[in-house]
């Protein structure tokens, strides 16, 4: 009678067997995971209360109805320049500008709601609320006009409702390399889709904050690269600061009410205007957007019979803020209009 071989040991194995390995190993990675979630996020907090203690706010903080804005106002004299930044920007992106500046005439930089030390709001993040939050912060700080509003990237949608809604108290503007209503419609679609990933990006933003990833990869640093020291190191502490980031992305979100509410208003009539254009890209990838935004903001000039177009060729969209002497050209072209707004009240003074 035959018998069958002998079954190797292999043979034995239950087919489950390596299943529940992989699972084992699944939930081993996922523990070690959930663990350094837990450490990047205590890393975050205790870096962020290192934070508040090292880096106060340089200027004051002013009540504006349930929660409190930044404001940093310095140099004497009319008109008051008032800066406006752009998206994820904070009021030390001035740094080079606002000292030049302050030499001639006084001048304030700010942070909106939620961004950087201003407190967070409950008011959309839309140019019609933030320009009501700016006019009510001027007034409750005994900032009186008239202004010349200066507004960087996003922020020239937010001077231009400025403006429309407060027309007595705005004498000059400066478009500083400022965001067009129309562009996304208009800009070329390699443009666009660079935006739409912008964008998509700062959704993430938050999250990578919380856990500590933003402030250990310093990924959002380079907004400050070039300005001096301690305006960089307050750039790279709130460029990982989670409520910052959500601010940013909210700002980004109400892009298209912004929009409606710029085309809305009406035009600047005799008031100085210089718009401002960079010359050259961040990187070479961009290479295009330069004479695609050139040609937008050529329009603008037409938003004033007084207006003039000026480009600073070595400059691109940061570093009219960031390189301390392209910074000294932004600064001299916002002199300009501070120079041209006091001609023109002087003038009216003496006219009968």
Known sequence: MSTSPETPASASVSPGRPRRRWLRRLSWMGLGFAVLLVIGSVYQAVSAAADARDFPPPGKMVDVGGHR??????????????LESGAAALSSAWAWVQPEVAKTTRVCSYDRAGVAWSEPGQEPHDAAHVAGQ????????????????????????????????????????????????????????????QLAVSVKVMALAPAIARVGLARATGIFNQLGRGLPERA???????????????????????????????RATRGLGDMPLLVVSAGSAVSSAGAELIPAFQA????????????????????NHLSLLTDESQARQTSAAILDVVREVRATRMSGAASP
């Open 69 to 82: 804005l930044h404001l940093n106002c310095t140099g004497e004299g009319r008109p008051t320049v008032v």
């Open 134 to 193: 700016l006019h009510t912060l001027l007034a409750n700080a005994g900032e009186s006009g008239p202004f010349v509003l200066v507004g960087h990237s996003l922020g020239g949608l937010f001077v231009r409702v400025y403006a429309d809604r407060y027309p007595g108290e705005v004498a000059g503007m400066v478009l500083l390399d400022a965001s067009h209503p129309d562009q996304t419609e208009r800009l070329p679609e390699s443009v666009r889709m």
């Open 232 to 262: 960089f190191e307050e750039v790279a502490v709130f460029s990982c600061s989670p409520r910052h980031l959500e601010t940013t992305y909210a700002e980004m979100r109400a892009w298209n009410d912004s929009t409606a509410q710029v």
């Open 296 to 315: 937008l903001h050529r329009e603008m000039v037409s938003l004033s019979s007084r207006g003039q177009y000026r480009i600073i060729p070595e400059a």
